[in-house]
């Protein structure tokens, strides 16, 4: 029997309902067969002492002589009245033995019904849907104790996470007015006529860093809204956002002289196309910034047995594969020998986080000779 069946605890309490009845049933049937035996015992002596002592009976040597020829016919009938007790009662145990085993089914299947529910919610909010509650309507109890005691950790949980997005949210709103400020006033400043050189280098570089710190918040944003449950799923295929962000890179590419090869076949699946569309870009973004000079990167999409899939692969340093878990965490980058301190450490965190949010999942592999491949699986639009 496999780790399931072993684990599964409607069969489990099946099978002891089942073995104590069965253990309880030869007990009372071996039991019922040693009452009859002292019954039939006890009722024959009765019988052949009143025979024997009645007066016309006959004289001492006849009872003597009839004696051994009543105990055989009595030890005849005892025997007899066992097999019959043992094949008839035997049957009855098998035919009851049934039915309480399915009786046991059927009674441990109500009995772990609420638990079933527990189970399926508790699933059900691996998938990110923090705002389900089992609700169990079932009289006071250990079930109903847990399954209240579980609805009320979710609504801490869902106002924890609910919190922690909106203060992403609103600080990232909240950032990006004065940031857009200083980009204005550094372009007046370095517009204005007769502006030294030094200057106009100082504002070059500080709309370097402002721009930088813009997509810091943008990439904020992204994340905080991925974090979510996806409530809005519209029927989408991967292969033409995965075309359009292309188009979106195509500069960035030809800035770091990157040849990018795309097998773009349909993939259709169902979401946020925006979302999805930023999940393409940033996996392209990441695979062109993270290169060698003249570098390769090929996207790839298609349609599998039970998902959509799409790869991106780069070429560039080598990684150690103990270092990809690093690559999924917010913040975490790796040594600059990958180029990782140009960006924020947050392009794979967002790709991961729209992926899940549409129950989907991503994972990345080192290239044999340096780079990395990225896998993005999403369900499949039946």
Known sequence: MNHSLRGNLRIRL????????????????????????NS??????????????SPGFGDKEAVLDQLPRDEVTQ?????????????KGGMTVLVVWIVATASGWFLAGRLLRPLSRITLTAQ????????????????????????????????????????????????AH??????????????????RPGSPVEVRNLGEN???????????????????????????RRPVDVAELAASA?????????????????????????????????????LVDNAVRYNVPSGRVGVTTFTGPRFVEITVTNTGAEIGAHEVPVLFE???????????ARGHGLGLSIVRAVAQAHSGDAVAAPNPGGGLSVRVTLPIRW
């Not at 030890?75 to 094949?87: E, P, T, W």
């Not at 590419?253 to 979302?275: K, M, Q, S």
């Not at 790796?334 to 180029?339: F, P, Q």
Request: charged share 20%.
């Open 14 to 37: 099946t099978v002891a309902f089942s073995v104590i009845f069965g253990l309880a049933a030869a007990a009372v049937l071996a039991g019922s067969m040693i009452l009859v035996r």
């Open 40 to 53: 039939m015992e006890y009722s024959l002596n009765l019988v052949y002492q009143e025979k024997y002592s």
């Open 75 to 87: 030890q005849q009938i005892i025997d007899s009245m066992q097999l019959n007790l043992i094949a």
């Open 124 to 171: 059900r909010i691996a998938g990110r849907t923090l705002h389900r509650r089992i609700a169990l309507d079932m009289p006071p109890g250990e079930v109903k104790s847990l399954a209240d005691s579980f609805d009320s950790m979710l609504d801490r949980l869902d106002e924890a996470f609910a919190g922690q997005g909106r203060f992403i949210a609103n600080a």
């Open 174 to 191: 909240e950032l990006k007015t004065p940031i857009a400020l200083n980009r204005t006033l550094v372009e007046v400043a370095m517009n």
């Open 206 to 232: 500080l709309l370097a860093v402002n721009q930088r710190h813009e997509r810091l918040i943008d990439a904020l944003l992204t994340l905080a809204r991925a974090d979510d449950q996806v409530t809005e």
């Open 246 to 282: 292309l188009r979106g890179t195509a500069a960035l590419a030809a800035e770091h002289a990157i040849t990018v090869t795309a097998d773009l076949r349909p993939a259709a699946t169902t979401g946020d196309a925006i979302l999805l569309e930023q999940l393409i870009r940033n």
């Open 330 to 340: 917010p913040f975490r980058r790796l040594v600059d020998r990958v180029g990782s």
